[in-house]
């Protein structure tokens, strides 16, 4: 993402409560170090690292497309917890984040769409 003109700084978000955040039109992601303490950074980065592939090639979020495996025990929580957190607006592209960061792969999938939408 850094080769890509994104910048990734590992601080407080500046949105309060917030593990991760990712702002377009900065380019920037915030990964809070308080999830390294709970053991959840890699799923932050991934998550947030997620968004910023969404918003290539030209600031906006839109939907990658993925159709990534999760046993429906999970999907179920993830249903629930889009349901609880988010505007019906924001969630597919929380979907595709949340799901990403559930996948033992995720890294490897993420690099891929990263050399297929951010030129």
Request: net charge positive.
């Amino acid at each position: 993402l850094k080769n890509k003109g994104f910048r990734i700084e590992y601080k407080i978000p500046p949105k309060r409560g917030a593990y991760g955040l990712f702002q377009s039109k900065k380019k920037t992601i915030w990964i809070s170090p308080i999830s390294f303490e709970l053991g959840i950074g890699r799923q932050t980065i991934l998550h947030e690292a997620t968004h910023a592939v969404q918003s290539c090639p030209n600031g906006k979020l839109s939907p990658i497309g993925w159709s990534l495996p999760l046993n429906q025990s999970m999907k179920n929580e993830i249903q629930a917890y889009l349901l609880k957190n988010y505007d019906i607006n924001q969630y597919t592209i929380e979907k595709e984040a949340l799901y990403l960061q559930s996948q033992k792969n995720g890294v490897e999938i993420l690099i891929e769409a990263i050399k297929k939408r951010c030129k």
